[in-house]
């Protein structure tokens, strides 16, 4: 198990592009079990057992997942019985609970992310390269997954493992590489390193937190949600409805008034000017719905939503967010990016009518061209320039171009899913002080995240949302990520209490 760590930009996704295929390298070799190989396409690094997991996913939404699965590897176990009944041993195997008939655009990102684990050990990889690969999983996901992982290290398999979480790289690998701008700067033994260290190594600074000290909250209230309730989509039928979805963890309970199924049921809460409110919950549980709801995406069956006292149930998106309301999408390729266009193009995302985007009625090309230089500097966003395309930017670098976008606009409420996901400690850091330099201006923020250690920092109220309901609250100054973790899961519900564990010596340590 070998990790590769380094800041946005540094180089780690091309470099395993480039082992995969992807791209062909300008100078220098690769060796596969002592040979020299030259790969002109994935097929060819497929053929020598190298499979890779993209942070990005890469997959075709209008097909099922046996579809995308099977995709051109059709002659290996045909696309019928075989097929499935291989995709049900690795699914079994490893855990991964991979429903072979569902739509992968009816999936969220956590089932998505196991749709190309599965892909690539049914094509018999005997390396496996996974880019962030928990970056959206609880941590009891992260523990399996790290179980299933070194069942596949047993079993001679290797693994390459990119990620931002030092404290998961310095647990589950062998052996570390850094690199910084384009070169290996050192190699960590995780027994004789710490946090700390690596994120020196990685960034030159200390590893951030996102610990916030003082509570800015206030008796203003900015968004007011009350009973609302969301039905999936063209309905189902009760028996389509009897298979658990999701993680497997999930069960799904129906009216059979009605036959269909509610994705959120009866959500009520507040959030006031300078409050943080983080949503804790295994991917699938309704986050995707809420977020759609509040920003006008998706139509609410019943219930309502105000803002600044002002009820906005039936506005459409573009008046929720020419009024003050911020979003930082969960997806940035599918729902915050026109990845092939510049970046100023994309600095006008969302805010067409509004300055410094626009005069009156027409675009400004200029004002949106000399913003996006004042936010390419002011978010460090890594670029030789605003007119090269979205798509050639690092995944961390698209998302502090995000950030900036929206937190440009001086939003009065944002809704920040997964602000930090595959951005680098350091990025983490600027990310965090924007945050809460907004809050302490009197931003009221929805906050989803997957990172934990995230939720309970930033956040000034925890509630935690299990299919589609808000079924317990937490004290973030009390609640641990492990417990947090265990009520994401349906084990817990109400108000939840921090169990003082003081005899137990890990607790310390953790």
């Known amino acids: 198990m070998h990790a590769l760590v380094g800041e946005n930009g540094a180089g780690k996704s091309t470099l395993m592009k480039i082992l995969y295929g992807m791209q062909k390298p300008d100078e220098g070799t690769i060796t596969v079990a002592g040979e020299q190989v030259a790969f002109h396409s994935p097929a060819d690094a497929i053929a020598r057992g190298i499979g890779m997991v993209h942070q990005h996913f890469m997959l075709a939404d209008n097909l099922t997942v046996l579809e995308n699965v099977v995709l051109g590897s059709e002659k290996l176990y045909g696309i019928g019985a075989t097929a499935r009944k291989k995709i049900k041993e690795i ?28 892909k690539v050990l049914f094509r018999g990889a005997t390396t496996l390269i996974l880019d962030e690969p928990t970056a959206v999983l609880v941590p009891q996901e992260v523990d399996a997954l790290f179980d299933n992982l070194r069942e596949l290290k047993s079993e001679g398999l290797s693994v390459i493992f990119i990620s931002h979480k030092l404290g998961e790289v310095l647990s589950v690998a062998d052996e570390i590489t850094v690199i910084r701008r384009g ?15 690596l994120a020196e190594l990685m960034v030159g600074s200390e590893l951030p937190t996102p610990e916030t000290a ?38 799904e309970e129906v009216s059979e008034a009605d036959g269909v199924r509610r994705v959120l049921d009866d959500i009520t809460f507040t959030i006031h000017a300078g409050e943080v409110m ?30 600044l006292g002002e009820e906005i149930t039936s506005w459409a998106t573009r ?12 997806d940035r390729h599918r729902q915050g990016l026109l990845l092939e266009a510049p970046l100023w193009e994309n600095r006008i995302l969302g805010h ?43 995944g961390g670098n698209q998302q502090k171009l995000i950030v900036g976008r929206e937190m440009s606009h001086a939003p009065k409420f944002l809704i920040a899913a997964h602000p930090t996901r595959g951005v680098d400690v350091g990025a983490q850091a600027a990310i965090w002080d924007h945050i809460r330099a907004a809050r302490r201006e009197g931003l009221a923020v929805l906050l989803i995240s997957a990172d ?37 899961t349906g084990a817990a519900s109400g108000h939840l209490e921090h169990v003082d564990e003081a005899a137990a010596p890990e607790d310390e340590a953790r």
């Open 91 to 118: 699914s079994d195997r490893y855990g991964l609970n991979v429903r072979p008939d569902v739509l992968i655009e009816d999936l969220g990102v956590a089932d998505r992310q196991r749709v190309e684990i599965l």
């Open 352 to 394: 067409v009518t509004e300055r410094p985007n626009a005069k009156g009625f027409w675009i400004d090309p200029k004002g949106a061209q000399e913003d996006t230089r004042r936010i390419v500097k002011d978010y460090d966003v890594r670029t030789p320039g605003i007119d090269v395309t979205a798509a050639s930017l690092s």
């Open 183 to 197: 070169t290996t700067v050192g190699t960590a033994v995780p027994a004789e390193t710490t946090p700390r260290q």
């Open 319 to 330: 008046k929720r967010r020419e009024k003050g309301i911020g979003y930082i999408p969960e």
């Open 214 to 251: 003082e509570s800015t909250v206030t008796d203003k209230p900015v968004v007011e949600v009350k009973g609302l309730t969301v039905y999936a989509s063209g309905g189902a039928s009760l028996g389509e409805l009897a298979e658990p979805a999701g993680t497997g963890l999930l069960t």
């Open 452 to 488: 934990l250690d995230e939720l309970i920092g930033l956040s000034d109220t925890l509630r935690v949302i299990y299919n589609g309901r808000l079924v317990a609250d937490a004290d973030p100054a009390t609640i641990t990520p492990e417990e947090l973790g265990s009520a994401m």
């Open 278 to 307: 983080g949503v804790a919950g295994v991917e699938g549980n309704g986050q995707s719905e809420l977020i759609e709801a509040l920003i006008g995406l998706k139509n609410a069956d019943s219930g309502t939503i105000a803002f």
